[in-house]
T-cell receptor
Framework: NAGVTQTPKFQVLKTGQSMTLQCAQD?????MYWYRQDPGMGLRLIYY???????DKGEVPNGYNVSRLNKREFSLRLESAAPSQTSVYFC?????????FGDGTRLSIL | DQQVKQNSPSLSVQEGRISILNCDYT??????FLWYKKYPAEGPTFLIS?????DKNEDGRFTVFLNKSAKHLSLHIVPSQPGDSAVYFC??????????FGAGTRLTVKP
């Protein structure tokens, strides 16, 4: 039972490149989330999807788009990457509290 | 603005002793609080939670205390074990989706 799977685990991009981070969960959870974690700060919510077919902005949505492809998958897209988006990105899912997290994608933008 | 604050970036404790991790919040609408534990290169894993209708919740060696008037919660680990060494995040939410996290406290338990 894999839980929440994120791909890739690491990625280096150049400024201006685009990238899609993938997330899939096998727990039949309704809600899915994308967070970023930066040094000295907690996880900050970028976007979430409370159910299949819906998405909503979180605390820091600027520069990102999301797609809830189906119940299992929720992707995060950077259309034109900026150095300020260098971070570790975590996907999470839940049916009730608590949220279950993937192991993260470490993204560096040069 | 950081609505959830963990003012101690690190804490070092001797094995067998008590570890106390603290967390303060500013938003009085928060009604559900959680602690997560995180090892390097892994995602956060849920540890324990408490709803605002309670002031204490226990699960084995872990106890969370909530003081609503002070907007303060704490996590007690007794006895502390070397395997407890990790980063601990406090989180709070007013609805089920918008969860706010503290910056984390790195706990080191020395043998």
């Amino acid at each position: 039972n894999a839980g929440v799977t994120q791909t890739p685990k690491f990625q280096v991009l150049k400024t201006g490149q685009s990238m899609t981070l993938q997330c899939a969960q096998d727990m039949n959870h309704n809600s899915m989330y994308w967070y970023r974690q930066d040094p000295g700060m907690g996880l900050r919510l970028i976007y979430y999807s409370a159910s299949e077919g819906t998405t909503d902005k979180g605390e820091v949505p600027n520069g990102y788009n999301v797609s809830r492809l189906n119940k299992r998958e929720f992707s995060l897209r950077l259309e034109s990457a900026a150095p300020s988006q260098t971070s570790v990105y975590f996907c999470a899912s839940r049916v009730d509290q608590p949220q279950h997290f993937g192991d993260g994608t470490r993204l560096s933008i040069l | 603005d950081q609505q959830v604050k963990q003012n101690s970036p690190s804490l070092s404790v001797q094995e067998g002793r008590i570890s106390i991790l603290n967390c303060d919040y500013t938003n009085s609408m928060f009604d559900y609080f959680l602690w997560y534990k995180k090892y390097p290169a892994e995602g956060p894993t849920f540890l324990i939670s408490i709803s605002s209708i309670k002031d204490k919740n226990e699960d084995g060696r872990f106890t969370v205390f909530l003081n609503k008037s002070a907007k303060h919660l704490s996590l007690h680990i007794v006895p502390s074990q070397p395997g407890d060494s990790a980063v601990y995040f406090c989180a709070a939410s007013a609805d089920n989706n918008d969860m706010r996290f503290g910056a984390g406290t790195r706990l080191t338990v020395k043998p």
